[in-house]
C-alpha cells in the first residue's frame, strides 16, 4: 500500500475563503495554545468550561458575555454602516480630547460599526454636540461609570491579591477597560476554592472572570500508552497533517514523505497499523507532548498538550512530527476517520482528517488506495470570517455548492447577491466545487463587495439576515 500522506498549506499560505470553505488557520486545541490541528494564538489560551456557578448563580460573568457599553437606543440610526473603520474616528478623537469628562473612544461591532465616545459626565450634552460637529456620522456619546484609571487599579489589586493563590500566578492575567465599565480576570484552575476567594475579596466590584485550562502534570514523553508505541518524535515534518500505513511498503514510503531522520522501526504489521500526526506550535511555546492516542468510536485522535502553558504565544507554525504504532484491536470493524484533533475547527485542512473506509481491525489487513482519503469534515459548518480594507483586492476561495448567493461574513457582515453565476466563472469550478476569485471591498458611496473571476464580476451588497446553514452534497 502507498502511504498516505500529503502537504497542506502553512499558516497565511492559503487565501480566505467564502461560506462553505475553510482557510489555513485552524483554533487553538482545548487543551493547549498550541496545538496538532492550528498554529498558535497570541491570545490562544482556552477558557475552560469551569461548570458551576455559570448557571447564572455566581455574580461574576464569563468576559465574553460582558459587551461594550452603548449609548441609549434613540441615539442608533440605520445608517451609515461602517464595514472597515471608515468613520471619521481620528476627527471625533480630536475633537472628544477637548470636552470635559472625556474617557475613551471605540469602535462598536454591535451597533453597525459606529464610534462610540466615553464621557464620564455630561453624555446627553456631548451627544447633541457630537450631532452637531459630525452631521450624518454614526458616532455617539455613551455614559461611563468607572475610568479606565479606576479599573486599572481594581485590576492591579486583583492580580496582587489572587495570583499567590494559584498555582500557576505567571498565567493570571487582570486589566480594565473602560468601553466594557469592567475590569477582566483570566485564572488557570477556576476551582470552587478560587471562586470563593474571589467572591470574599471581591464581591460587589465590576469584574468578569474567565477560567484558563490547568496545565498538563509535568514529565517527559511517554513511550507509549494504551494500545499504542511511539515510533517517532521529531522536529519538522509536514504541518496540519495526518497519515497512515498498514503495512511495511506504506511505511517506508510515509517515512521518506515526512523526511523523518530516523531509521525506519521495524513493526509488526499483522497487529498493527502505523498513524502520523503533524503537529503545529508557537516557537514561544515549544514544549509540547503527545499524552494519548485516543479511539473513540469511529475516531481515532491524538492528545497533544502544551506541557508549559503561556499567556501569550506567537503565531509562527513550526513543525513537529509524531508517529505511532496503534493496535488493530482498538480501531473499529468498519469506516473511521485519523484527525488531528478530537474536533477539527471550521477551518481545517483536508489533510486534518483522513478517512479510511476499511475494517484494518483485520491482522494484516490493507486498505485499496481508494479507501483511505483525506477529506474535510463533512459536519462542520462553513461561516469562516475574514476582514479587508477598502480597495484592497484579494483573493478568495468561494465554494459553489451551495450557489454563490451568499459570499460569508466579511469585517463581521453578511453579503449577498441576487445575481446568478456568470458562465464565465463555470468553467473554472474545481472538482470539490471551489472557486478562485478575486475581491475588492468598497464603502463609497455606499459598502458593496466587487468579486471578479475572467472579466466577469459580481456585486455583494449587506444582508440584513443571517447566512443560512448549506447542507452540502
Not at 441609549?72 to 469628562?101: I, L, N, S
Not at 473612544?105 to 460599526?113: E, F, P, S, T, Y
Not at 476517520?337 to 476499511?358: F, K, M, N, T
Not at 476582514?387 to 449577498?416: F, K, M
Request: contains cysteine; hydrophobic residues 40%; glycine residues 8%.
Amino acid at each position: 500500500m502507498a502511504a498516505v500522506a500529503v502537504a497542506v498549506a502553512g499558516c497565511g499560505q492559503a487565501p480566505e475563503t467564502s461560506a462553505g470553505s475553510e482557510t489555513a488557520a485552524a483554533s487553538a486545541s482545548s487543551t493547549t495554545t498550541a496545538t496538532a490541528g492550528g498554529a498558535a494564538d497570541p491570545d490562544a489560551e482556552t477558557v475552560a468550561d469551569d461548570g458551576a456557578g455559570r448557571d447564572g448563580s455566581w455574580e461574576f460573568p464569563e468576559c465574553g458575555d460582558v459587551p461594550n457599553l452603548s449609548a441609549p437606543p434613540e441615539a442608533y440610526r440605520d445608517k451609515p454602516v461602517y464595514v472597515a473603520d471608515e468613520g471619521p474616528v481620528e476627527e471625533v478623537r480630536a475633537w472628544a480630547e477637548t470636552q470635559p469628562g472625556y474617557e475613551t473612544i471605540w469602535i462598536d461591532a454591535d451597533h453597525l460599526g459606529w464610534i462610540s465616545v466615553g464621557f464620564t459626565q455630561g453624555a446627553d450634552a456631548r451627544q447633541k454636540d457630537l450631532e452637531e460637529e459630525f452631521a450624518g456620522a454614526g458616532v455617539v456619546a455613551v455614559p461611563i461609570e468607572r475610568t479606565e484609571a479606576e479599573l486599572d487599579a481594581l485590576a492591579e489589586r486583583v492580580y496582587r491579591e489572587l495570583a499567590p493563590l494559584v498555582a500557576e500566578p505567571h498565567r493570571v492575567t487582570a486589566s480594565g477597560s473602560a468601553s466594557t465599565g469592567v475590569a477582566a480576570l483570566r485564572v488557570p484552575g477556576l476551582t470552587d476554592e478560587i471562586r470563593g476567594e474571589i467572591t470574599k475579596r471581591f464581591s460587589g466590584e465590576p469584574l468578569c472572570v474567565d477560567g484558563l485550562e490547568p496545565a498538563p502534570p509535568p514529565g517527559p514523553q511517554p513511550s507509549g500508552g494504551d494500545g499504542w508505541r511511539l515510533l517517532a518524535d521529531e522536529e519538522g515534518g509536514e504541518s496540519w497533517l495526518v497519515g497512515l500505513a498498514a503495512d511495511a511498503a506504506g511505511l517506508a514510503e510515509l517515512w521518506t514523505e515526512i523526511g523523518l531522520a530516523a531509521p525506519v522501526p521495524e513493526v509488526d504489521f499483522d497487529e498493527h497499523v502505523v498513524v502520523s500526526f503533524g503537529a503545529v506550535y508557537g516557537s514561544s511555546c515549544p514544549d509540547i507532548r503527545l499524552d494519548d492516542v485516543v479511539v473513540d468510536g469511529a475516531v481515532v485522535y491524538p492528545e497533544i498538550v502544551l506541557v508549559k502553558p503561556q499567556t501569550w504565544c506567537t503565531l509562527d507554525a513550526n513543525s513537529h512530527t509524531y508517529v505511532v504504532a496503534l493496535e488493530r484491536s482498538r480501531l473499529p470493524s468498519g469506516p473511521f476517520v485519523i484527525q488531528l484533533e478530537a474536533e477539527l475547527s471550521e477551518y481545517a485542512q483536508p489533510g486534518e482528517r483522513l478517512r479510511v473506509d476499511a475494517d484494518l481491525s483485520k491482522p494484516g489487513a490493507v486498505p485499496d488506495p481508494a479507501a483511505a482519503r483525506h477529506e474535510k469534515d463533512p459536519s462542520k459548518p462553513r461561516k469562516p470570517e475574514t476582514h479587508t480594507w477598502p480597495g484592497q483586492s484579494r483573493p478568495y476561495l468561494v465554494d459553489t455548492r451551495c450557489g454563490i448567493e451568499w459570499l460569508g461574513e466579511v469585517n463581521d457582515y453578511a453579503w449577498r447577491t441576487d445575481e446568478p453565476m456568470p458562465d464565465e466563472w463555470e468553467e473554472s469550478v474545481d472538482a470539490d466545487g471551489l472557486l478562485m476569485v478575486t475581491m475588492t471591498l468598497r464603502v463609497d458611496p455606499e459598502p458593496l463587495i466587487e468579486v471578479e473571476l475572467n472579466n466577469r464580476t459580481v456585486v455583494y451588497k449587506l444582508a440584513d439576515a443571517e447566512i443560512p446553514e448549506c447542507e452540502q452534497p
